[in-house]
């Protein structure tokens, strides 16, 4: 059974058209996450959530944001997508305990046209 | 911050065995993940190491050294579907929430 699902799998948007990408879990983590990653590199982190506290990584920009209505639901949005946004988009869930493993979702390709 | 290096690619022929190191520079390590990495896939857990030695599991080891900052994967009875990217990412003790830096990640090949 899927513990970290990811919808859609792939969308397409158009420049500057807002998007959102979903990601919801059954594992009951309290920790969630959002990476961006680009072909052939690492993932990269967006932010994440502490249970309901946020944290933003520093060169995070503007553009992207993100919403956490209860454990298991997490939300990127995306304002006003440029072509460099295009990439995979990877959740993933762990818990708070240092030694637990991430648990990551199949990504959401994002295409921006 | 935290800096972390592995090779770009390798390659090794089907039952050999491969060896993709990583080093990394961190403020203050609290542990050290492989995870493994199918193209247009999501990464999966392969193995998590903390104190110094060795974690074998499988066809797949783990060694890590804390004080040289190093660690790296041993993929023995290498199968064509070991073909895909090893991500090494560390954990900073001052980190909250788990959070984790990843390396650029190894592209091993394994040729028949």
């Known amino acids: 059974d899927a513990m970290v699902i990811q919808n859609p799998r792939y969308q397409v948007t158009q420049f500057g058209k807002p998007v959102t990408l979903s990601c919801s879990q059954t594992?009951?983590?309290?920790?969630m996450y959002w990476y961006q990653q680009k072909s052939s590199q690492a993932p990269k982190l967006l932010f994440h959530?502490?249970?309901?506290?946020?944290?933003n990584e520093a060169d995070t920009p503007d553009n992207f944001q993100s919403r956490r209505p209860n454990t298991s639901f997490c939300f990127l949005d995306i304002r006003s997508p440029g072509l460099g946004d295009a990439a995979m988009y990877l959740c993933?869930?762990?818990?708070?305990?240092?030694?637990?493993?991430?648990?990551f979702g199949p990504g959401t390709r994002l295409t921006v046209t | 911050g935290q800096n972390i290096d592995q090779p770009t690619e390798m390659t090794a022929t089907e039952g050999a065995i491969v060896q993709i190191n990583c080093t990394y520079q961190t403020s203050g390590f609290n542990g050290l993940f492989w995870y493994q990495q199918h193209a247009g896939e999501a990464p999966t857990f392969l193995s998590y190491?903390?104190?110094?030695g060795l974690e074998e599991k499988g066809r797949f080891s783990s060694f890590l050294s804390r004080s040289k900052g190093y660690s790296y994967l041993l993929l023995k009875e290498l199968q064509m579907k070991d073909s895909a990217s090893y991500l090494c990412?560390?954990?900073?003790?001052?980190?909250?929430?788990?959070?984790?830096?990843f390396g650029g990640g190894t592209r091993v090949l394994v040729k028949p």
């Open positions: 959530y502490y249970d309901k506290d946020f944290n």
């Open positions: 993933a869930t762990s818990s708070s305990v240092p030694s637990y493993e991430q648990y």
């Open positions: 190491n903390v104190l110094d």
């Open positions: 594992l009951n983590h309290n920790v």
């Open positions: 990412a560390v954990r900073d003790r001052g980190a909250a929430g788990n959070k984790l830096t």
